[in-house]
């Protein structure tokens, strides 16, 4: 995942709950609404079925009034009720117009209504109650009519407890949606935005962390210091420290190829002056420390030049090359071995006394011994030999060492050189 990515899926997290809450205070909103809305609705409900059954009871209280004493005038409430009849159907009929339930129950109120008003207008007929009136009739209307005024009162208070059951069950969802708008408002969104600010300052640590490591791999890239593993991550830093790292390992590799090559001879491959000289100042500050004696062997090969004018070049290197071959049959891996340019080389080894250095000399010279037995060579393999001491306990310098074995080795090749000493070094 890109960086760019997670940090779109650290902001994500406040986002969506900020999202989740506006979302929640809306529908909160959009019920509290639809609440106050159904209240009303339901309030005028309770009115119009209230004005319904105060209508009923006028006509009912009148026509009792009427059949009892005869008196028109008591017939004015019943023809009041009446008339308001219709009208406050018509009402009801407006008010539960979009639910298919209350219309019915309502139809049902107004053939209830109609039929009580029928019953109320027959008994009327009986008016003035008198010894002539029929009064088993009397009651059997009565009775009629108490039955569907029982009906009337029944569906009003069905209808009016199915509203207010439908208005606490609204209420109580107002309720939970309040509750979780104010969760989110004011619990989730704190939290929210403290995991947000506590991812942010993980990934930011995190994140410079790696940048730091990656200032680290630079570093070591310019010190020319191992660069260890790269990061596996997928992301920009980490494939740039991947990329690194590569990189770097093969220039540090091309670097220890071009030091190597710098310090190295191209012919022997043996160190040259330039590698000879620090790590042979190196040996000896070691040696002075462990007061281990040493040895510098300076050595030049014999009649280099005449085999190179009279053979050829070719001949020389290869001259060169079987002396370097000599001297590492006979030197230890340990032992510094080094062309200081032409047909002089260096050795620095360990030895106690002079004694040894003389033994190794002479494994020198069996060596040389050996491959001069060889058949068909073109020429004869000499070298002249200086050694020089190194004391611990009265040290000298490497350029002071180098000059004495020097010296001892033009002061050996002079004495190869006496009349009555002819060397052939051409076969």
Not at 187 to 206: C, E, H, I, K, N
Not at 235 to 245: A, F, P, T
């Amino acid at each position: 995942m890109s960086l760019r990515s997670k940090i779109l899926a650290i902001m994500v997290v406040p986002v969506v709950v900020l999202f989740a809450a506006t979302f929640a205070l809306l529908a909160s909103r959009q019920e509290t609404t639809a609440a106050l809305i159904a209240e009303r609705h339901e309030a005028a409900l309770r009115d119009a079925f209230g004005q319904v059954l105060v209508d009923m009871t006028d006509a009912e209280s009148a026509t009792r009034g009427y059949v009892l004493t005869g008196e028109s005038s008591f017939l004015e409430p019943y023809n009041t009720g009446q008339a308001r009849l219709p009208v406050d159907l018509q009402t009801l009929s407006l008010l539960t117009k979009d639910s298919t339930t209350d219309a019915k129950v309502v139809a049902e109120l107004r053939v209830l209504a109609y039929q009580r008003l029928s019953i109320l207008q027959t008994t009327q007929l009986m008016a003035p109650i008198d010894d002539l009136t029929n009064h088993t009739q009397l009651v059997q209307l009565m009775n009629s009519g108490k039955a569907v005024g029982d009906q009337i009162r029944s569906v009003v208070d069905q209808e009016e407890s199915d509203g207010a059951r439908a208005l606490a069950e609204r209420q109580r969802h107002l309720d939970a949606t309040r509750h979780l708008s104010f969760l989110i408002g004011i619990v989730g969104m704190p939290l929210s935005f403290l995991a947000s600010l506590l991812l942010v300052t993980l990934f930011t640590q995190r994140l410079v962390n790696r940048i730091r490591r990656t200032e680290e791999i630079a570093r070591m890239l310019d010190e020319g210091m191992p660069l260890g593993e790269p990061s596996a991550s997928d992301d920009e830093l980490g494939r740039l420290e991947r990329v690194l790292v590569s990189s770097g390992t093969r220039v540090v590799e091309l670097q220890d190829e071009l030091r190597r090559m710098g310090t190295a001879d191209a012919l022997t491959r043996l160190m040259n002056r330039r590698g000879f000289l620090p790590t042979a100042e190196h040996h000896l500050e070691v040696a002075k420390r462990n007061h281990e004696p040493m040895a510098l062997m300076f050595l030049d090969l014999d009649g280099l030049k005449n085999v190179n004018d009279t053979i050829g070049h070719a001949t020389g290197d290869g001259m060169i090359t079987e002396a370097a071959y000599v001297m590492r049959q006979t030197f230890r891996a340990s032992d510094l071995i080094a062309r200081m340019g032409g047909d002089e080389f260096c050795v620095l080894f360990a030895a106690t006394s002079e004694a040894a250095t003389r033994e190794v000399a002479l494994r020198l010279q069996e060596a040389i011994d050996v491959v001069n037995e060889q058949e068909g060579r073109p020429f004869v393999l000499a070298m002249s030999v200086g050694i020089a001491m190194f004391d611990p306990e009265q040290p000298v310098s490497l350029d002071k060492l180098m000059a004495v074995a020097d010296e001892r080795m033009y002061r050996n090749k002079r004495e190869k050189a006496q009349p009555n000493d002819v060397p052939a070094h051409i076969v």
